[in-house]
T-cell receptor
């Protein structure tokens, strides 16, 4: 298994440009997430999905959009890039909870470094 | 909603010494507490976790303790080695709309000096 794969690894955007961060997982996980990590800071949840066709906002969704047309893919779209979106973005996935168990391991991708200038 | 605080933000230890990272959470309904290690240029990876019905768990040189009454949990690394240098995140998982959500602490940057 490749796990969680994100592309691109690095990208420089100009203010106002748009782009899509791609994310795919081959573990058949129901849950998928997008986090951002600002320098020296923790992980902030942008959007998440509990299954194909279902998405929901996290803590910091403004300026982003997502879709989940398949179990495997969960792309993150930046429509009008702003300097405040300079960050490292992590896609992650997690299996559905087994009966009675209150949590499961989250598997992270390697990250996408985005700079908006 | 749930809030997780993590201390210290930076920790420097000598190789062979122990390192302790502490976290507190706000919502008593949280019932799963994972710890993740993030090496430079990589995504976080789970290193150990503990459920709310357990007070302590150990895996070789790392251990986690949980005090549900005080709502805090800690990561203990013994006999630290240079390869333990990384950023460590604690997290608390709570059930809400959309299933279980995981809230991360701000992270602790651990330096192990050889």
């Amino acid at each position: 298994n490749a796990g969680v794969t994100q592309t691109p690894k690095f990208r420089i955007l100009k203010i106002g440009q748009s782009m899509t961060l791609q994310c795919t997982q081959d573990m058949n996980h129901n849950y998928m997430y997008w986090y951002r990590q600002d320098p020296g800071m923790g992980l902030k949840l942008i959007y998440y999905s509990v299954g194909a066709g279902i998405t929901d906002k996290g803590e910091v969704p403004n300026g982003y959009n997502v879709s989940r047309s398949t179990t495997e893919d969960f792309p993150l779209r930046l429509e009008l890039a702003a300097p405040s979106q300079t960050s490292v973005y992590f896609c992650a996935s997690r299996p559905m909870e087994a009966g009675g168990f209150s949590g499961n391991t989250i598997y992270f991708g390697e990250g996408s470094w985005l700079t908006v200038v | 909603g749930e809030n997780v605080e993590q201390h210290p933000s930076t920790l420097s230890v000598q190789e062979g010494d122990s390192a302790v990272i502490k976290c507190t959470y706000s919502d008593s309904a949280s019932n799963y507490f994972p710890w993740y290690k993030q090496e430079l240029g990589k995504g976080p990876q789970l290193i150990i976790d503990i459920r709310s019905n357990v007070g302590e768990k150990k895996d070789q040189r790392i251990a986690v303790t949980l005090n549900k009454t005080a709502k805090h949990f800690s990561l203990h690394i013994t006999e630290t080695q240079p390869e333990d240098s990384a950023v460590y995140f604690c997290a608390a998982s709570i059930y809400g709309t959309g299933g279980f959500k995981t809230i991360f602490g701000a992270g602790t940057r651990l330096f192990v000096k050889a």
